[in-house]
């Protein structure tokens, strides 16, 4: 019998990808639940024909050395791929994928409920439960903002983007404004949107959901001179990667209530680490990742995980396989 090429699974996925994958290759999975170190991952790697990685895993070109020339397919567990240099894999003709649609539901879910629990004071109400504050029905307490018919801002109008809009302007008929690198008349036809400067989403907004891809050009793009033209009452919501935000400029701004709330299920770094101020403030509503955490979203993701490696094996492109950059 011949030999099997060997993947490195980065940590234990939900079995349906872990099947397809076994049904093809030698398969090796990370046991623990925290990630293997940068030593751990270049030790496993090395000799394999794929990697199945996280996007806490950075897949940088010293991890593709010591894989070594074996290594054909890198498949990112996420649809974001910044952990992933995808210039140097496209230079070593390592072909990429990812895992676009399978979360889109899930993500915008996620989206939606920090906006709820970001206008209703979620976090605040549960804390003052749970330390036995509640003591009367208060008339003046928790007062909260609505959303039905304000406007609702998407900062990068992508899959998860399109699917909030859909949940927010049908349920709470609210007018859409987006930015985006191309029109959307499909969006402006079934849902009124319009695609505007980004100055204009941010100073007329009163919901503001990222949904923009971390790259050079957006890293920060939520800094202290966006964040002051953001309506007081603005609810800024980040469910894509935490370092589109200046975690401290918008602290100061939640602190100084120069917006109302945010709600990040993204931070940076992630975790969020132990002395990080933003947990203080009660304005802010932070989940640790969860987007995709659904039990279809990431079966599916499994499953398409491994198909883009089980492609690369058959000499076929990646079903899912993530757009070359440029060369430079
Ligand atoms: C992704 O797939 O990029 C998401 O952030 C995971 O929740």
Redesign the pocket.
Known sequence: MSKRERVFVTRQIPSPGIELLRSHFEVDIWPDPLPPSREQLQSRAQGVFGLLTL?SDPVDAALMDAAGPSLRGIANY???YNNIDVQEANRRSIAVG??PDA?TDA?ADIAVGLVLAAARHFQESILQVRALEWKTWEPMGLLGLDLKGKTLGILGMGRIGAAVARTMVGGWKMKLLYTSRTDKPQIDSELGGRRVPLEELLSTSDVISIHTDLNPGTKHLIDRDTLSIMKSNAILVN???GGVIDQEALYDALRAKTIFAAGLD?TDPEPLPNDSRLRELPNCTILP?????TFVARNT?SIMAANNLIATLHGQPMPHGVPMPKQS
């Open positions: 996007l996420a649809v974001g990812n895992t979360l993500t469910t894509a990667r993204v990742h969860i987007g995709s955490a993701m």
